[in-house]
């Protein structure tokens, strides 16, 4: 009609619906786009908790402020800022005594604990994925996490980076490992060899659940050394489980050496997502000729749906893979097609605890 204003044109000051629905008057709602924009304050005062020690030291003594800034030493307005958004974030209950952590940040993030996962938070002091490099990334579509050089190369030249991330990657494996060692029928397998096993949270786990079993873990020279002498304090504090005699190291490339022992299961954990598809399909390739007829392979990994719409936290870490890696998460479907096709048959997929799955096929 003449003199109306059509749908999207303004009339006294307020847009007017496309569709004309009264419904649509009400302003949408930014409160989930502002959650996600002020979600980065929340990881990064996560860290900056752990990093002073404050969730084992408030369980050890709750405290207000005043007393934490002194204990702490923090000023006294980083300590509240500190605590009140800890508090809201509910990793710290408040009563008469001051804070203190709940059961869940006890448990997570009090380093020590067995699964504990400060390594993987103390991990956001040295790489974390502001806006800036995380453009950086997307616009070049390479990894920018150590100014752009090549990560594993970059861990066998570097002592200490290669122990901060293994540290890391020992933490946020702790939880799955146990789950894992449970999951997977083991009763008749012989030996397990893990490639790219890192810190052994996994095969020290399948050891230590399943006494039948031997081991064999295959990472670069660098990470051997230091997981081997890990494995020697392991075993100092419970030598009945034989973690010395059981589990092998073997210093290695594997993409250039053939994979070693005379294994009957292969344990590929958080690896396929490091690498391309193509590097992942001769990954397994190598799986497939290294395992006797009958033998299998377990990927384990954090999934994405089919759909590749979710879960969040899934998806997330694919940024993560973009800044630190060549690779990306993987869906089931990608999982099984790259098995398919080098032989494996039968890949079953297992949920295991959280967002981890196992996907498990045989030669
Ligand atoms: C993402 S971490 C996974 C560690 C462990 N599997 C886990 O799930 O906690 C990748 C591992 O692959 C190892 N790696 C990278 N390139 C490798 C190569 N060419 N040969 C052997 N290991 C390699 C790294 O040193 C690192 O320990």
Redesign the pocket.
């Known amino acids: 009609m003449a003199g109306q204003p059509r749908g999207g044109e303004v009339a006294c000051g307020f847009p007017t619906p496309l569709n004309g629905d009264a419904m649509t008057l009400q302003p949408l709602d930014d409160t989930a786009i502002y959650d996600i924009y002020i979600s980065s304050r929340a990881s990064a005062c996560l860290a900056v908790g752990v990093r002073l020690g404050l969730f084992a030291g408030l369980e050890e003594r709750p405290a207000h402020a005043s007393e934490v800034a002194e204990r702490f030493g923090v000023s006294a307005r980083g300590a509240d800022a500190l605590l009140v958004s800890l508090h809201a974030l509910r990793l710290l209950v408040r009563d008469e005594r001051g804070y203190r952590p709940t059961p869940e940040a006890v448990e997570y993030l009090v380093p020590g604990r067995p699964k504990s996962l400060c390594g993987l938070i103390e991990l956001e002091f040295d790489a974390f994925l502001s806006p800036e490099r995380l453009l950086r990334s997307v616009q070049s579509g390479e990894g920018a996490v150590y100014d752009g050089d090549e990560v ?1 190369g970059a ?1 066998d030249a570097d002592p200490e980076r290669a122990a901060r991330f ?1 540290k890391a ?1 020992h933490s946020i ?1 702790a939880r799955p490992a146990a789950a894992l060692a449970q999951s997977i029928d083991f009763s008749n397998s012989r030996c397990v060899l ?1 490639v ?3 810190s052994g ?2 095969l020290m786990e399948l050891l230590r659940s399943h006494r039948h079993l031997r081991a064999v873990l ?3 020279p660098e ?1 051997c050394k230091q997981t081997g002498l890990r494995i020697e304090q392991v075993h100092a504090e419970s030598p009945e489980v034989g973690f010395l005699d059981r589990l092998d190291l073997a210093p ?4 250039r050496d053939q994979l070693p022992g005379s294994p009957d299961v292969i344990l590929f ?3 396929l997502h ?1 690498w391309s598809l193509e590097q992942g399909r001769e990954l397994l390739a190598s799986a497939f000729d290294a395992l006797p007829s009958g033998g299998r392979v377990l990927v384990h990994e954090k999934l994405l749906n089919d759909e590749r719409s979710g879960p969040p936290a899934n998806a997330l870490v694919t940024l993560d893979m973009l800044f630190w890696t060549e690779g990306q998460q993987l869906t089931f479907g990608e999982v099984r097609t790259m098995m398919s096709d080098v032989g494996f048959r039968e890949p079953r997929l297992q949920p295991t605890v959280g967002y981890w799955s196992v996907v498990e096929a045989w030669k």
Not at 252 to 255: L, V
């Open positions: 594993w861990h293994t990657m494996s893990e790219g096993g890192g949270v996994y295959m990472d670069l990470v290695g490339d594997m993409f954990s958080q690896i490091d």
